[in-house]
Structure formats: C-alpha cells, structure tokens
C-alpha cells in the first residue's frame, strides 16, 4: 500500500511531543531551528541520497549494448554524488536564509564501492563544502548488503530576525521564483546545481520577503506546502513559468522536481522594488503568481486568459518515486 | 580489497581542512563538540543502523524449518531496531558526559517496509527519546531499491569544563569498565541496552576521570582507540574482565563488540575513592587494567601470572564486519 512521505509526517508529527521552548522552528519546514543565543538560530535538516534513485551506480552496459551510445546510461561520476548529497542540504539552509556550518555523513556503502569508489565520493562533497565554507565534523560508515545509502546532517545559523519559514506567505503576496525550473533530470542540473545561499541570504535580509522554501519536489506540490503551512491559495500563471530548456514543458517545469531553486512570496507593495533590486543577474527571478484568500491550501494554474489548468502528475514525492 | 573504517578515516581526516576554533573537538572522538556560548558545548555524532547487519529484517522461514523452534530467527521487532538506532546514538552523549537534546533521522526503507512497520520503528525511537528528554527535530524518509538503512544524527550539550575525551589518559591511569562484557548478540543485550547517560554524567563531573569512550566495538580495538589517541599502552587483566554471562570467554569480553558499556581512565590517586562513591548499584564498575608509558597505542592483556595472551579476533569492524 504506497503511501506518501507528506502522510507519514502528518501521521508523526503529532506524536513527536511537546517542542522545548528555544525550537523556534520544529519539524515540517525546510530546517528546524534552535535559538542557541539570544538572536541567533542555529539550523539543522537532514537530507540523503540513495544509489539508483538519486544517482546512478554503475554504468548499463545492456542499455549501452541496445541503443549504442545515445541512450548510454552512464554511472554518476562519485564525485557527483558526493556533491549532490551536500548540495541538496545546502539548498534547505539557503531556503531558510541561512549560513551553513557543518556536516555530518553517515554512508552506508553498497558491496561494489570500494575505497577508491568512496574517496571519490568524499572528495566531490569536500570540494562543495569548502566552496560554502562547510565542515565535515562527524560521520560514520557501514555496509549495506546490496544498496548505496548515504545521509547528511547539515548546521547552519541565521539572525532570528531574518529566517524566513513556510508559514509567513498573505493573501497578495506575489510568488517568486529563482532560476528556471523542469528537466532536471535529463540535463543533469540536478547533480551539477548551485545551492542559492547567496541569494537565500540575500532575500532573508529583505523585510518584503514573507515566505520562503526550496524546490526539490517540484514547483506544485512545494508551492501546495507553503500553501498548506500559510493558510492561504495560490494562482500560479503557466506562461510566466522559467522553463529550463527549449524543450521543457508547463507541466515539466511544475512536477519534474529536483530544481533546487527557491520560491518566495513577497508583500505587494514590495515585489517590485525588489525585483529591481536583485544583484544576480547572472540567475533569473521571475515573478509567477499571485497568494490568494480562497481555496486555502490550493494551488491554481491559470492559462493566459485565466482559465484553469490541471495536471495529472502531481510533483516529485522522493519517498515513493525517486 | 577489505579495509576498515577507521583506516578510510585515517585517510580522510587530514583532507577536512582547518577546523574553526569553535569546534573544541574534531571529527575522531565519540562526539564533536562545538562551542556555542562561553563554557558552553554543543555535541553532535551519527550513527546508523542497516537492516540484516544491526537488527534482522524477517524471520527467517527455512532455519525455521530445519531446526524446528530452537534456533528460529526471528525478525527483530521494529521498535526495537528504531530504539537501537537512537541508543546507540545516546551512548556516544554518554561518552562525553553530555545531555542528549535532539535527534535527526534519515530513513532509507525497504520495499518490504510499510507504513505499519516505519510506524513501529518510530514508536521504539520515540519511547526512548521520551525517557531520555531527547525531541525528534528533523527526518527524511526515502525508498531503498532493497536495502533498510536508517542512520540517526544526535544532538547533545556538555559543560566545557567537564567533556570527556579519548585522548586524555595518561600513564599510571586506572581503566574502569561499567557494565558487563561479550555476548551481546546472543542475550540480546544490542537491542535492550540502556545507554550509559546516567553513568556518563556522573563521570563527567569527578575531576579524577581523564580519557573516557563507549565500547561498541569490542574494549579490546576501542581502548587501543583510547591509547593511540593518549599515546600510552594499556595492559589489562584478563581474570578482571566482568563477563555478561557465565558462557562468556574472555576474548568474547574484549572482541564481541555491541556492549554499549563505557571504559574510562582515573588518575591512580583518585581511582579508590570514585569506585568507593559509584552511586550506581545496579551497574557494575570494574577495574580492569592499568595504561602504561610503554608501548604507545597497544593494548596487552595478561593472565593471573603477567604472562601475554593473544587473541585472533581484533573486534567488531561495524564497517566491514557487521
């Protein structure tokens, strides 16, 4: 009976009791956060990456055999995937607005992954760590019996002041999104992504700017959680969404997932300022759509001229699909 | 080609780079332990456990069969695999003399793994994070292709003037071990343990305690840990072992590994008045040996006579052999 990593966590959270008073932000936003000192937030989130659904093993030399090398599956370089495990954890402190501090790995590696294998894969997420200045302070390694499971704690800070939650998102806050979104997959940006702390920094030191979460699952079901968490509707307009390529469609950009961009909702009277204001040129912010009153929890994408679009798929659910 | 966790570490330690000058203790303790307030330490580790290495995944139908009841496998309950995860996790608090806080957990689960039985797995964890004050802040649960990895991320906090380390112990030092020793997979006691946080803050707090660590591995490779980091030899005396169960060997005592016991050194001085004010009657503390200037990082275990035994075994490697 499949179920969803959203439904398990409904079904925890409840049972996980009473918060300590200095968790400023418990469990169900991008990191949870723990007042350490008077003003600043210390931030924690766990993230993982497992062989074969997040990146590939070994190189298919059947499917190399079948379709010559168009088709070739070749296996992720461990360098990749090292960086990929660090790189989807640092996404989740930039969608907080925050700093990144330390890591810790715990890897349970797969029978064929040897020493050369596992050097490789640390050297990819060392690169990435000292790029974001991020340490690795802790870790343990294991066996698996068949598969490649590795999991990453992150730490970060962020002034009290300035952390941006799920929950923050009002009726007229226009969404926002960094970046394009869609295709991941196919054009391998899923393993090769910059983590918007720079610009997650950035945002979290503008007071217009409410809510704020990375995509990783896709822009609607992501976008459906900030509802959810704010209370409030969504009307998202197709033909302002950043496609990633030529060839990246509507319902591409909105389910595909593992974009790692970051949406955001901004008070009215402020999106256009900030728009203006953006310092990266060299990363795309579009405005996509506008947070509503009605249908609370609920995200609608409208067609040019208003009229509703559905989609069968409904984004990137990481527990069951990937 | 085999090679042990703490040879791959060996390795990778010296590829982290500086460490910021909060961070007190550096990966290769039981914990790191950053400074986050003056005399303040925050301690952080992870473990992780993997389904048929650390627990049993299902009973196992065709020994059923054979052997009739006797030497049925049976599955391990999935509350006791979650409360492993996390006590194995608290032992590593203990060591330091630290106060368990918070915990993260990453879940990889089987395709055989439900939701009844995540839910079961979570039920184990939390009962022993109630018991312990230690608060579920963060998770990410993910499908494995076959394989049920889950590794937990703990949070905890010490004094600064009473953190315990591994490097600590110095020659003339007397080794105490609590608990009992061995035979941990076959009573069960790897899955029941109860994590020496009691024993651990006591430790912390009586100045005559130097080096302390947990024993997971085996006293014999964990307190050679202790050595090679005090730059001493140890010398312990088999006859003083405190064994779990009247089958126990001697060299079950110092190689099985999964005690979840704590070793520590005294200084000689101060080593008759703490065991004379153990205050914990139920578990047992026991001198076991004495750390020496002479042959640094090694550990002899001698017979009633001083004479050497040597043993095949050299512990439990969780990386390679569990």
Redesign the interface.
């Known amino acids: 009976?499949p179920?969803s990593?959203d439904q398990?966590?409904h079904?925890?959270f409840p049972?996980?009791?009473a918060?300590?008073p200095e968790?400023v932000v418990?469990?169900g936003d991008d990191?949870?956060a723990?007042r350490?000192?008077p003003g600043r937030l210390?931030l924690?989130?766990?993230?993982?990456v497992?062989?074969?659904?997040h990146y590939l093993l070994e190189d298919n030399a059947e499917q190399n055999a079948e379709h010559e090398t168009r088709n070739t599956q070749r296996g992720t370089p461990p360098e990749l995937a090292g960086r990929k495990l660090l790189a989807r954890n640092l996404s989740d402190i930039a969608a907080m607005g925050g700093r990144p501090?330390?890591a810790?790995?715990?890897g349970?590696f797969a029978p064929g992954q040897?020493?050369a294998w596992?050097?490789r894969f640390?050297d990819g997420l060392?690169a990435l760590?000292?790029e974001t200045g991020t340490?690795?302070?802790?870790?343990?390694?294991?066996?698996?019996?068949?598969?490649a499971?590795a999991?990453l704690?992150i730490?970060g800070e962020v002034a009290e002041n300035q952390v941006k939650l799920r929950s923050s998102a009002k009726p007229g806050d226009i969404l926002f999104v960094t970046g394009t979104l869609g295709s991941s997959l196919e054009t391998g940006h899923h393993l090769t992504f910059t983590p918007r702390l720079r610009e997650g920094q950035w945002l979290a030191a503008q007071p217009g700017v409410r809510a704020m979460m990375d995509i990783s699952d896709g822009l609607l079901p992501d976008a459906a959680r900030v509802c959810r968490a704010s209370h409030c509707g969504l009307r998202i307009e197709a033909a302002r969404l950043p496609l990633r390529t030529p060839r990246t469609t509507v319902e591409q950009a909105l389910t595909d997932g593992e974009d790692y961009e970051l949406l955001f909702s901004a008070a009215p009277e402020a999106a256009g300022a900030l728009a203006d204001a953006w310092p990266f040129p060299d990363v795309p912010l579009t405005r996509v759509g506008v947070f509503t009153a009605e249908d609370a929890g609920r995200v609608a994408v409208t067609d040019n001229a208003g009229n509703p679009l559905s989609f069968s798929a409904t984004g990137y659910d990481?527990?069951?699909k990937?």
Do not use: K, N, W
């Open positions: 009976m179920f990593e398990f966590l079904g925890l049972r996980l009791g918060m300590p968790v418990p469990p990191c949870a723990v350490t000192a210390l924690l989130a766990v993230d993982q497992v062989g074969d659904r501090l330390y810790l790995v715990a349970a040897d020493a596992m050097d640390f060392l760590g000292r340490v690795l302070i802790g870790g343990d390694l294991a066996r698996a019996p068949h598969d499971v999991s704690t730490v990481h527990f069951e990937t």
